[in-house]
């Protein structure tokens, strides 16, 4: 079975470019979430779906980032100006929100690095 | 919001040996349930173990095993006979069976296994 699919796997880029990420959760997975990881913060979770919606998008660190799931089987972060301390790993991760039992799978991360 | 407590940044144990991860969370909500991960150097973040807070006996995944105190609101993990593979990083994670679908994450246990 395919796990969480995220792309790219690494992204560098210029400060002030515009950086999209994309994650494509497991099938039949009804939650999404992203994540973003770093050695001071640790992980931080950005946002989360259930059925395509937004539930709680707080930890969004300001307008500069915004997701979208425009169906169940794909999601976009996008971080529009990027700036050097948005670098980090993001990681996307899915689980099945009716079953509270189930786990979430994450998929492999985006590690990107922002000049 | 539920918090998790990892309150051991750094281990280390010997090959072969056996080490105990602690993890404490609070919560007023009496189901739940809790998972460790592992997230190795290749930063992929792997399931290892899931607890059922409804569940009085703990959960055992061959090498890994649980102590769940549910009045301490303690879940920590023993890797016995560890192994050079078991050096990652270590998250706990509480996840409640009523309200919501959120994670909420430890801020994680590196550890190192000594050859």
């Known amino acids: 079975d395919a796990g969480v699919i995220q792309s790219p796997r690494h992204e560098v880029t210029e400060m002030g470019q515009e950086v999209t990420l994309r994650c494509k959760p497991i099938?039949?997975?009804?939650?999404l979430f992203w994540y973003r990881q770093t050695m001071m913060r640790g992980l931080e979770l950005l946002i989360y779906?259930?059925?395509?919606?937004?539930?709680?998008d707080s930890g969004m660190p300001e307008d500069r980032f915004s997701a979208k799931m425009p169906n169940a089987s794909f999601s976009t972060l996008k971080i529009q100006p990027s700036e050097p301390r948005d670098s980090a790993v993001y990681f996307c991760?899915?689980?099945?929100?009716?079953?509270?039992?189930?786990?979430?799978?994450f998929g492999d991360g985006t590690r990107l690095s922002i000049l | 919001a539920q918090t998790v407590t990892q309150s051991q940044p750094e281990m280390s144990v010997q090959e072969a040996e056996t080490v105990t991860l602690s993890c404490t969370y609070d919560t007023s909500e009496s189901d739940y349930y809790l998972f460790w991960y592992k997230q190795p150097p290749s930063r992929q973040m792997i399931l290892v173990i899931r607890?059922?807070?409804?569940?009085?006996q703990n959960a055992t995944e061959n090498r890994f095993s649980v102590n769940f105190q549910k009045a301490a609101k303690s879940f920590s993990l023993k890797i016995s006979d560890s192994q050079l593979g078991d050096a990652a990083m270590y998250f706990c994670?509480?996840?409640?069976?009523?309200?919501?679908?959120?994670?909420?994450f430890g801020t994680g246990t590196s550890l190192t296994v000594i050859p």
């Open positions: 779906f259930n059925n395509n919606v937004p539930i709680d």
């Open positions: 994670a509480y996840r409640s069976a009523s309200t919501g679908n959120q994670f909420y």
């Open positions: 099938s039949g997975h009804n939650s």
């Open positions: 991760a899915s689980s099945w929100g009716r079953l509270k039992k189930t786990p979430q799978h």
């Open positions: 607890q059922e807070a409804y569940k009085q």
